[in-house]
């Protein structure tokens, strides 16, 4: 081989075609600003029609969010719109759901003990585990400095 | 030792015969322009079983028993069958094969395993102990994708560069009797690895093995890239197949005209969003057993060097941050004998 | 009027949240999990010093709805469990503010497991 190992990554960094990134950000933003208008919009109902407080709007939204991410992996059409939107389905809490539901449809035929419920949380899992270890970090901090006395 | 060549190549001294090749294709490779050239086609990806991995087993179980019927061979006068699929431990084929009773070799060479089963399967032949050998190997786009990807439900956006792997088994049943086309030389290939990383570009880690193994052939066989009517690899997909011409290039051996790709021949890569074409040991599989094959047949094409190739990854290598190993077998293929 | 407004800066503060992420799934390595744990992460943080209910402010649910407003969720959670229960609150805080998508998540997951099959692409 005549190639060094870096030559022949910056070679085929130069022949492999690059994501359209203006054209995928533009789905992205439209597809993940639409999602958040759709939460904003139970949001508002929650509100105006059951007359829930703000607090328990910031509860039941996400609640409903999930349900409906959930509900569009099962029916096969989330990776659908997915392929289009990218980070625009991925960020939304509904992606979130997206990635746990769908080890669990897939794992179904490998049992519901070890299939389903073991490989539900594979690829969502560390979202939890990041997201909980730094709020028990900030809380430390925030009480070592006393803020909740 | 007259039956090697050079380093990696070996001459077959018996007429290796390929009797009949099947080919099992899925949907999408149905919707495809070589469509008509496959024997089977699947209704759809489960084929009336319970699981992915149960159709793809049934996949190469039906492979061989069409192979073995357009021959008109008896399963039990069959020595061995070599077979591999890229799931784990091979269960595609060991699952599948079983109803045969004949002996089984297993192959894992990745994406390569068309050529390496058929390069084993015409060595048993040629080396006398075997009178009769079946290659075959299969691959599943739901089985492979979410043993190495992500479950099919996950969201994702697949690169520019990513392919996609084809569902389709082929399988080859090859004699030391027959009237050809007839496999005449089998060159293995050695583990390359260049770095690559990226398990979304196959086809830029696949290049560099499928070079250093063309260039072998051409090395240990004396003959030149334009002894062949086609050269054919196996699913380096449209970047590989551009990075593999300037590889060879810079070697000194010009392919262009002659040289084509499955990954690229077996979709409509535009219509069909395919992006960089197909992958998966199926995807050359199917493309030789059905499209190149007939094409031999009806005397289109005399001599044809069919290269599978390989990208040796699995999901713990990945993980583990390790780069993607890669390796090419070629045959050749000619009408007649020389 | 108002409620229109409220629609539209949820729209442009969720999307602007969602380019961001695609950004850095084009232009870099980051892979999707990647990027979700680094989002999860800089909420708990930006809610830490205090300027994420800024961007709620402005954005409702543009700001909640995106996974970064999950880290929100959870320090917020940790700010009540403290001044709720003192330490013990460090570490029931947390996923006490984020019971609701947690326990819906797994809930929806499982029922979707039983109602759904895997289907070929």
Known sequence: MDYTKQEYLDYVQKKSPGSKLFRNMLVAFVVGGLICVVGQAFGEIYKAVFGLNEESVKTAVPITMVFLGALFTGLNLYHKLAKYAGAGTLVPITGFANAVVSPAIEFKREGYVLGVAAKMFTIAGPVLVYGINTSILLGLIFYAFGFGK | MEKRLGKQTVKFSKAVSLLSTAAVAGQKEAEGPLASHFDIIMENAEWGEDTWEKAESKMQKSAVGRALQKAKIDAKDIKYIFAGDLLNQCIGSTFGLMAFDIPLLGVYGACSTMAETMGLAAMSIDGGYSDLSVAVTSSHFCTAERQYRNPLEYGGQRTPTAQWTVTGSGAVVLSEKGNGPYITHFTSGKVVDLGVKDANNMGAAMAPAAADTLAAHFEDTGRSPNFYDLIVSGDLGTVGKSIIVDLMCEKGFEIGENYDDCGCMIFDIEKQDMHAGGSGCGCGAITLCGYIMDRIRNGELKNVLFMGTGALLSPTSTLQGESIPAVAHAVAISAERE | ?121
Request: glycine share 16%; net charge positive.
């Open chain 3, 1 to 121: 009027m108002e409620i229109f407004m409220r629609f539209f800066n949820a729209f442009w503060v969720g999307g602007a949240f969602c380019a961001v992420a695609q950004i850095l799934i084009d232009k870099t390595k980051l892979t999707p999990a990647r990027i979700l744990v680094a989002f999860v992460v800089a909420g708990v943080i930006l809610s830490g010093l205090g300027l994420y209910d800024k961007i709620i402010e402005i954005g409702g649910a543009g700001a909640t709805v995106p996974i970064i407003g999950f880290g929100n969720t959870l320090a917020k959670g940790v700010f009540k469990g403290i001044s709720e229960r003192g330490f013990l609150g460090v570490f029931t805080g947390g996923v006490t503010g984020a019971a609701g998508g947690i326990a819906a998540s797994v809930f929806f997951g499982f029922l979707a497991a039983i109602v759904f099959n895997p289907k070929q692409k």
